[in-house]
């Protein structure tokens, strides 16, 4: 019984043992071959496997500007959308509204029919529309014409802000996509809008780079079209669409005119599929029936079973969903698009009312798929950015405080050993190996995590180390108490560990505990770190219990049960 | 204390009596005076500014700087420029060599104590961080006229191509979440002892937690050592590695309170910390000993981190013995002697904060050990 459990316990930490070893020096994503067994094989392996931080490897350096001007431009577009309706719904005729952008100067732009009423205008205008010099807008007239600017300083204070949440959202996009320990800041003067990005060596940088890029605008909109059951009415040109607008080759405020990317499949047999679809143009009303502000979870899915074709499933938050839900009862038969990014992506008539969750169909690949669900989770950017400087830097530490560190940190692991062999004796062996096992799996585990592994990071791995060996300096003080107290060696190994193991499970759970409170309540770096918090202590629970009891029951079953010495 | 050495083993305390709870006014009195000192300090910094100090000294990962890129005709080592700009008074300058074009570096350099805003550094500053930086190349060869690129100045050495402010890599955000998450992990960890012990050993082991890491971040303030990130990352570290003396020693207790029926909380508590002693030395000072490498050795880039984990382990092996046991003890009594008074007296006498029970004043009962304190 006793030796068949040994063999089974032995054969599982060899089993966990050579998994690690494998993870941290073998080649991933390839067959291992007999190179891989010399030392340079194995470096390099390591090199490969091992992400080194900034700090240690460097990486690349990218300046990206918010363009705040499109910002400013779309703004004063809804703005003049908005006015417009605003002065509608109280009763006032408007000939014409529009958004004027020229250099600096963002301009509001109505025409009423009647001037007299203008201060009427003004404030019913105000009151809907946001457009009150509280919030930046300066108001002037001129016979019929109303003309709110956008002043100076508003634009100064709302170009922070969106150069703000521009970072937070790429903040929120690279630690989804798995960049770990990158530097992200704010750049260049007050006025440049620009935002630093430094990150560690990554396996495709221009994937992340388009992915950070992405502005993912999303929006729901009416598509302008006789209802179903006739096709939904597009046009083959941009010209064709504003003309059938029937207002004098304008667009007015409450219409805009798309492309619409039509899936491939529609136009035929998938041997066409490659051949560009033809471009069409559709009208949608403005402004649209929800945007992605409104969404609360995006996933990228497989369209048909064994497809290799993706779609979006995207899902509303309940404000949304009811706006969403009223509009599609009242518009069965209406067709109904989605938007990404100012292109139509998909069309379909509304069959009854829709509360809170759509598909965005299209040919797109698992990866584009999972980065389009990704950066829409993450929120749309409030303007386009664009890369202004790309570099690739070299470490930030220098080699030589790379060298002392490294050494300090070898310097305090050889420490811990010589003591546990000195003060413990022959089971200060057991504890080292112990030890040393620790460090693969916990290397293992970083790297199946694809942690980046920075100088305070390695140094922290010492200091896990030294808590590491805290459960074999509890297991073997209390041997020794059982020893002293007359027990025999195995009743007192036996002992040592049951009421240890008692001890352990506490502390080990406590900080799990509390860790699980960090990855709940935290983001970014705070749960990377409490994920390997967590990974340190399994491994833990595993090396100095598992296996430290495992030596002891093999040294145990080669004396037989009359042992009559133990080191300790 | 006694040293021995015998026949099959080293031992390095044997029968340990010590009456640990009997100088607990001694260790809750130093307690009390490092954290308001430590405090102390922080508010007369955060008011008064002595020698233009704030209540923390927050690095560039927290106040931002510039970045001075700057390009040499014969590049030299990136070890060559950090000496030349640590020596010009710029220590916490970092370096970062450019690889896909030779020659250029960019030099990031911390806020230079201008009047800024709060995340960004000011022009004045710019200006200041590239007069130190120009002032620190000079070593290596003028720089170009301003109006000549490097190549048309024949006796230009380098030339700095561009200064840009850098924001703070920590927005205040995540300097709030820290905070909060902070305390969640230790509301986290108060449930689960409750959970396994009683809430009154939950509350005095995140208290000693709490007390720590007030006592650390008081010793940052008062010798001004920069908080980083990393320093972030120490006492995240330390709050895990701390609770686990005290749950050892909680461990014991609850294992000796089944053992020795007749025994007071008092004498269990003294026995229980006597009796883990060796353990409670030999792990933390092998932490402390490797600790002590990476502070002596491991370079200027570790040192806030490595004496952020110093402070740390030296006062959370404290706090176990010297705050954790006497709360937990003097609470426990608290809430035994309100047991024994008339219900409608309990509820006052039990939650009553403040001082613990005076000498002699409290009829004895089976749970505290009485006239200790005096």
Redesign the interface.
């Known amino acids: 019984m006793k030796k068949k459990n040994l063999l089974q316990r032995s054969i599982i930490i060899g089993i966990v043992t050579l998994a690690g070893l494998y993870i941290v020096i073998g080649p991933h994503g390839r067959r291992p071959h007999l190179k891989d067994l010399t030392l340079s094989g194995i470096k390099a392996n390591l090199a490969q496997n091992i992400h080194l931080g900034l700090?240690l490897k460097?990486g690349s350096?990218l300046v990206m500007r918010v363009k705040v001007e499109e910002f400013f431009k779309k703004l004063t577009e809804e703005s003049a959308i908005a006015a417009q309706i605003a002065a509608k719904e109280a009763g006032f005729d408007v000939k014409e509204a529009h958004a004027e952008t020229s250099g600096e100067n963002y301009r509001v732009v109505l025409q009423v029919a009647d001037p007299s009423k203008s201060q009427e205008i003004r404030d019913a205008v105000e009151k809907k529309a946001d457009l009150s010099d509280r919030v930046g807008w300066s108001f002037s007239s001129s016979g019929d014409t109303l003309i709110w600017s956008l002043t100076g300083t508003a634009q100064r204070t709302l170009a922070e802000s969106a150069t703000d949440q521009a970072m937070?959202i790429i903040d929120t996009r690279i630690n989804a996509v798995g960049v770990t320990e990158p530097?992200?800041?704010?750049?260049?003067?007050?006025n440049?809008h620009?935002i630093?990005l430094q990150m560690p060596g990554i396996q495709d940088p221009e994937r992340v780079k388009e992915l950070l890029k992405g502005q993912s605008h999303l929006e729901l909109v009416h598509v302008i079209s006789p209802p179903s059951p006739a096709p939904h009415q597009t046009y083959s040109s941009e010209e064709e669409a504003i003309v059938s607008l029937n207002s004098g080759g304008r667009i007015p405020p409450n219409r805009r005119v798309m492309l619409y990317t039509e899936r491939a499949e529609l136009t035929g047999q998938d041997a066409n599929a490659n051949a560009p679809p033809p471009k069409k143009w559709v009208v949608i009303e403005s402004p649209a029936i929800i945007d992605g502000a409104q969404l609360r979870s995006a996933t990228a899915n497989q369209s048909r079973a064994g497809a290799d074709e993706y779609e979006i499933d995207f899902s509303l938050k309940q404000a949304g969903a009811q706006k969403f839900g009223e509009w599609t009862g009242a518009n069965i038969n209406e067709y109904m698009g989605v938007v990404l990014d100012d292109q139509v992506k998909s069309i379909a008539f509304i069959k009854g009312q829709i509360f809170d969750s759509g598909q965005i169909t299209g040919r797109f690949s698992k990866q584009s798929a999972d980065d389009l669900a990704l950066t829409l989770r993450s929120g749309a950017l409030p303007a386009p950015i664009e890369y202004q400087e790309e570099?690739?830097?070299?470490?930030?530490?220098?080699?030589?405080?790379i060298r002392?560190?490294v050494?300090?940190?070898l310097?305090?692991?050889a420490?811990?050993v010589f003591?546990m062999l000195?003060?413990?004796?022959g089971s200060g062996v057991n504890a080292v190996v112990a030890l040393l096992l620790n460090m693969v799996l916990m290397m293992a585990g970083l790297i199946i995590f694809g942690a980046t592994l920075t100088?305070?990071g390695i140094?922290?791995m010492?200091?896990t180390?030294?808590?590491a060996?805290?459960s074999n300096?509890?297991i073997f003080?209390r041997i020794?108490?059982e020893l002293r107290s007359g027990k025999t060696i195995p009743s007192a190994i036996d002992q040592g560990f049951a009421?240890a193991f008692?001890?352990i499970i506490?502390?080990h759970?406590?900080?799990i505990?509390?860790?699980?409170?960090?990855y709940?309540?935290?983001?970014?770096?705070?749960r990377g770190?409490a994920v390997t918090?967590v990974l340190g202590l399994l491994v833990n629970l595993f090396s100095a219990v598992y296996v430290s009891r495992t030596i002891f029951m093999w040294l145990l079953s080669r004396k037989g049960r009359r042992v009559e010495?133990?080191?300790? | 204390m006694r040293f021995t050495f015998n026949d099959f083993m080293f031992q390095l305390f044997k029968d340990v009596r010590v009456d640990w709870l009997g100088k607990r006014r001694f260790f809750i009195g130093i307690s009390i005076v490092l954290m308001l000192a430590g405090m102390g300090t922080a508010l007369y910094r955060h008011k008064f500014h002595p020698n233009g100090t704030e209540a923390f000294n927050l690095g560039v990962d927290f106040k931002g700087g510039t970045v001075v890129t700057a390009r040499f005709k014969q590049p030299p080592s990136p070890e060559a420029i950090r000496a030349a700009i640590h020596s010009a008074g710029l220590s916490d300058a970092t370096i970062q060599p450019v690889l896909n074009k030779p020659g250029e570096f960019l030099i990031r350099v911390p806020h230079q104590g201008f009047e800024a805003s709060d995340t960004q550094e000011s022009q004045a500053g710019v200006d200041a961080a590239r007069a130190k930086v120009k002032k620190a190349l000079n070593s290596f060869g003028p720089e170009a006229e301003p109006t000549r690129s490097l190549e048309e100045d024949t006796k230009a050495a380098y030339k700095i191509e561009g200064t840009d402010a850098v924001g703070q890599v920590a927005s205040k955000q995540l300097r709030n979440q820290a905070i909060a998450v902070t305390i969640a992990a230790l509301v986290g960890m108060l449930l689960f002892i409750a959970f396994r012990f009683e809430w009154t050993y939950g509350a005095a082991a995140v208290i000693a937690v709490f007390h720590t890491v007030l006592v650390t971040l008081g010793l940052f303030s008062i010798f001004q050592i920069e908080i980083n990130l990393t320093v972030i990352a120490a006492l995240l570290t330390l709050v895990g590695f701390d609770v686990n003396d005290s749950i050892v020693i909680f461990d014991r207790i609850r294992e000796n309170r089944k053992l020795y029926r007749r025994m007071s909380l008092y004498d269990v508590t003294n026995l229980s910390i006597n009796q883990t002693l060796s353990r409670t030395v030999i792990t933390s000072g092998l932490v402390f000993l490797s600790v002590v490498a990476l502070v002596l050795l491991g370079g200027e880039t570790l040192r806030p981190f490595s004496l952020a984990l110093l402070m740390g382990i030296m006062f959370g092996t404290y706090d176990t013995i010297a705050v954790a046991g006497p709360i937990m003890v003097w609470w426990e009594k608290k809430i035994a002697a309100a047991n024994k008074v008339p219900a409608t007296n309990a509820r006052e006498t039990g939650l009553k904060p403040g001082r613990g029970p005076a000498s002699g004043e409290r009829p004895r009962n089976s749970v505290g050990k009485p006239s200790q304190a005096a």
């Open positions: 700090d460097g350096h937070k530097t992200l800041a704010r750049h260049g003067g007050q440049s620009q630093l570099r690739t830097v070299g470490p930030s530490l220098g080699a030589d405080s002392s560190g050494r300090a940190s310097l305090g692991l420490l811990v003591f000195i003060y413990y004796r100088l305070p140094a922290g010492i200091l180390i030294g808590m060996v805290d300096v509890l003080e020794r108490e009421r008692v001890t506490d502390t759970v406590t900080t505990v509390s860790s699980l409170f960090l709940a309540f935290g983001a970014g770096p705070i770190f918090l010495s133990i080191s300790i």
